[in-house]
């Protein structure tokens, strides 16, 4: 019965860590979007903000 309760509570750390994690990555994308490293135009871009899924799986994933 215990159990339940600290399941119900690490879903929603974890939605809240998504959530904030989503924050900033949208705020720093705006932030960087006329910064490209690498343009190819209509192909692709390399913008800093690409690495953020990377880092924030290796730091938060399961």
Do not use: D, H
């Amino acid at each position: 019965m215990m159990g339940e309760g600290l399941a119900q509570r690490n879903k929603t750390e974890k939605l809240t860590v998504a959530a904030l994690l989503t924050a900033v990555f949208a705020v720093t994308a705006l932030l960087f979007k006329g910064f490209v490293i690498i343009p190819i135009p209509s192909i692709t871009e390399l913008r800093p903000v690409n690495a953020f899924p990377l880092i924030f799986g290796l730091l938060f994933g399961n």
